[in-house]
């Protein structure tokens, strides 16, 4: 059996834990237990963000559209081009299923 030197084992458990930080979550105050976000949408949330060891308390909502917002941001809008460019090989048709064109065709 392969068994890793302690230093490579703990070099990973840091990187995993450093890469875990500052996630963040959202946990309904309701009683019972917490079984899913759409449950209750309109009862308050807790935000909480990992610190490496356990949940810290960060913050209150008013309900799950805020929680949303908060924890899911609006990606920036990337610019599309101008025009497709169509593949070299590629004739004009509809769908996927069109016939390609064969070598006589193409060269009259």
């Known amino acids: 059996m392969h068994e890793e030197p302690l230093e490579d084992w703990a070099r990973r458990r840091e990187e995993r834990q450093a890469a875990s930080k500052g996630k963040l979550r959202a946990v309904p105050l309701t009683q019972g237990p917490h079984r899913g976000a759409h449950v209750d949408p309109n009862a308050p949330r807790v935000i909480q963000q990992w610190t490496g060891t356990q949940?810290?308390?960060?913050?209150?909502?008013?309900?799950?559209?805020?929680?949303?917002?908060?924890?899911?941001?609006?990606?920036?809008?990337?610019?599309?081009?101008?025009?497709?460019?169509?593949?070299?090989?590629?004739?004009?048709?509809?769908?996927?299923?069109?016939?390609?064109?064969?070598?006589?065709?193409?060269?009259?």
């Open 55 to 108: 949940w810290e308390t960060v913050g209150i909502v008013d309900d799950l559209a805020a929680a949303k917002a908060l924890l899911y941001p609006p990606q920036p809008v990337e610019s599309k081009p101008a025009g497709w460019d169509r593949p070299p090989g590629l004739g004009p048709g509809r769908g996927r299923h069109r016939k390609p064109t064969s070598a006589e065709e193409r060269d009259t």
